[in-house]
């Protein structure tokens, strides 16, 4: 059984009121009292544990669950349109790169057809630099067809 009562601070400044204590005075109760007041607080807490059922379990971890997927769900979305900006501004800067490398390699054809052409005239400077664009152009197909025959083969199987 607990008891209400009022106490005066150790220090004199106020009194505390209605503070509630699984204890009171010395001249009210016994030891015997307050060892029952402690088991009678016992038994309540085993009681509403007693009252926590197995739906109670299921339902919170339902919520848990529904919780946990909505957060996932957030994160992913989230992740989704940062690669999407990324991957946006990737296309951007390799288009951008792709256009400056073929300028510069048509700037390099040409400095080299002006640089030949004193040498050798201009249309054999001409033959020379095409001729030798055609043969790289011819190695690198090539090069290209091999290893797409190498990812039929690769796929050929599956059939």
Same mark, same amino acid.
């Not at 957030?74 to 990737?90: G, H, I, L, P, Y």
């Not at 951008?96 to 510069?104: D, E, T």
């Not at 197909?141 to 599956?158: Q, S, V, Y």
């Given at each position: 059984?607990?008891t209400?009562?009022?106490t005066t ?5 106020g009194?505390?009121e ?14 015997r ?16 544990e007693?009252?926590h ?6 339902f919170?971890l339902?919520?848990d669950?529904?919780?946990?997927l909505?957060?996932?769900f ?5 992740r989704?349109?940062?690669? $999407?900006n990324?991957a946006?501004m990737?296309?951007a ?12 390699l048509? $700037?390099?054809?040409v400095?080299?057809?002006?640089a030949?052409a004193?040498i050798v005239?201009?249309w ?8 030798v664009?055609?043969v790289l ?7 290209l ?5 190498d ?8 059939e």
């Amino acid at each position: 059984m607990r008891t209400t009562h009022t106490t005066t601070e150790p220090d004199g400044l106020g009194k505390i009121e209605g503070e509630r204590t699984a204890f009171a005075p010395p001249s009210s109760h016994s030891a015997r009292e307050a060892a029952e007041v402690f088991e009678e607080t016992a038994e309540q807490e085993e009681q509403a544990e007693l009252r926590h059922s197995l739906t109670d379990d299921l339902f919170a971890l339902f919520e848990d669950g529904k919780t946990y997927l909505e957060a996932e769900f957030a994160f992913q979305k989230s992740r989704t349109s940062f690669v $999407a900006n990324r991957a946006k501004m990737a296309v951007a800067f390799g288009a951008a790169a792709f256009g400056i490398l073929h300028l510069a390699l048509i $700037a390099l054809t040409v400095g080299t057809v002006i640089a030949l052409a004193p040498i050798v005239g201009p249309w054999v400077a001409t033959l020379i630099v095409g001729g030798v664009l055609i043969v790289l152009g011819i190695f690198c197909a090539r090069k290209l067809k091999g290893k797409i025959d190498d990812i039929r083969a690769a796929f050929k199987g599956d059939e």
